[in-house]
């Protein structure tokens, strides 16, 4: 075996919330997932302090905004993340700023992680290549530019392009069933049987937790409470994650009872905000987008119209294994008010009961099951570069965009 068979793959899941990164290994951990965001300054006076602070920082960021935090100083309670202006790279899905794109890249894998990307006559890289986890139904120039930006700007020796949602399936241990993945800024339903995806009833929203996030913003305003800025949003995030919950039975009946009980929380400022209504409200966007002015269908209704387009044959098998994955789906209940709306759905045309599975790590269930594909032999130990389910630096240099577009399944 040669030293580059040796080598493991880098699994990179870069989501519209967060960056989860880390080598293939055998107990499927994912390395780091730190917030897919950084935070620029502003005011000079906090630039300096960081610059000065971290001589470490990327060259190429101090001379574009003289220094900035990354996704991991942007957490916790000493967070400088109020001082600064808040941007995101990655919106629904896709790459749109490619120079923080790849400012995070930078950061992450070479200045933290210490790694050497680039393979070329002068180097070797430490790395077999890259799996590149995505949204599916991405538009294939999106794919094309982060390919080349990959092998042109890192050098790296490999590539391959992974789906966040068939990954996540994997991850779980199954190779059939409904994989409903929410995320930051995509929901998505995909029907895998026997480890093919049912392409004609893929479905894709540009609708996640980002717009759960903001309506929680609007609604905390009858709070008394205004969180508007960019830096805001982090902390909207966590009263979300730690509060919000999914209402079941009649929403009106909840939100009486919940106006008799409040939910306390403390703001970074030691304020203390009290939730009471709102907890269940905002959850309920999530199964009814329309409240907030969103003209889609709710989770439970776009899982049932991808399911309904899947062959007649196969419709129980995707109705028992119903698979949430992504952080939208970790509100408090989402689970047993899926599990009702699925069973009503199912129950009005007199079928069985549905079976809805939300394990406990299913934030990083696409990330362990791009582990487990980077570890079968007939995905790393291909000897026909040709005829292998990843690119390499060579043939992307021949074929160009066409051969990102032929390995591209949806």
Request: glycine share 10%; charged share 25%.
């Amino acid at each position: 075996m040669s030293d580059s068979d040796e080598k493991q793959w880098y699994v990179a899941e870069v989501g519209s919330g967060r960056f989860r990164h880390g080598f293939t290994n055998s107990d499927g951990n994912c390395g780091h997932e730190p917030k897919n965001c950084v935070g620029i300054p502003n005011y000079s006076y906090v630039a300096n302090a960081i610059a000065d602070r971290d001589a470490l920082a990327p060259v190429h960021s101090k001379d574009r905004y003289n220094a900035m935090l990354f996704g991991g100083a942007l957490d916790g309670e000493t967070s400088q993340a109020g001082m600064c202006h808040i941007k995101w790279p990655v919106e629904r899905g896709v790459v749109k700023d490619m120079d923080i794109m790849n400012d995070i890249f930078h950061h992450e894998l070479v200045d933290e992680g210490k790694l050497s990307l680039r393979a070329d006559e002068d180097d070797e890289s430490d790395i077999a290549g890259v799996m590149h986890i995505e949204s599916m139904l991405g538009p294939t120039q999106g794919r094309i530019d982060m390919a080349t930006n990959y092998f042109e700007k890192f050098g790296i020796p490999k590539l391959f392009f992974g789906l966040s949602s068939i990954c996540a399936l994997y991850g779980n241990g199954r190779v059939t069933g409904t994989c409903v993945m929410s995320g930051h800024g995509v929901t998505e339903v995909a029907p895998v049987f026997e480890g093919h995806g049912v392409k004609n009833a893929f479905k894709r929203y540009n609708w996640g937790g980002v717009d759960v996030t903001r309506w929680l913003g609007r609604e905390l305003h009858k709070c008394d409470v205004a969180l508007e800025t960019t830096a805001d949003e982090l902390i909207l995030w966590n009263i979300k994650e730690h509060l919000c919950c999914a209402p079941m039975g009649k929403l009106d009946e909840q939100i009486t009872e919940r106006r008799n009980l409040a939910t306390e929380f403390e703001l970074p400022d030691n304020t203390k905000l009290q939730l009471r209504e709102q907890v269940v409200e905002v959850a309920e966007i999530i199964f009814d987008p329309k409240l907030a002015g969103h003209d889609i269908p709710g989770l439970a209704q776009m899982t049932w119209n991808a399911i309904q387009r899947c062959p007649t044959d196969s419709k129980k098998s995707f109705m028992q294994n119903i698979l949430l994955f992504g952080g939208n789906t970790m509100v408090k209940g989402l689970k047993e008010r899926m599990t009702e709306e699925m069973n009503a759905f199912s129950g009005a045309l007199g079928g069985e009961e549905c079976k809805v599975i939300a394990q406990p790590e299913r934030c990083t269930n696409s990330w362990t099951g791009a582990n487990i594909l980077a570890c079968q032999p007939e995905f790393s130990g291909a000897e026909d570069a040709t005829k292998a389910m990843w690119i390499g630096k060579a043939e992307f240099d021949e074929m160009g965009g066409d051969r990102v577009v032929r390995m591209s399944a949806c």
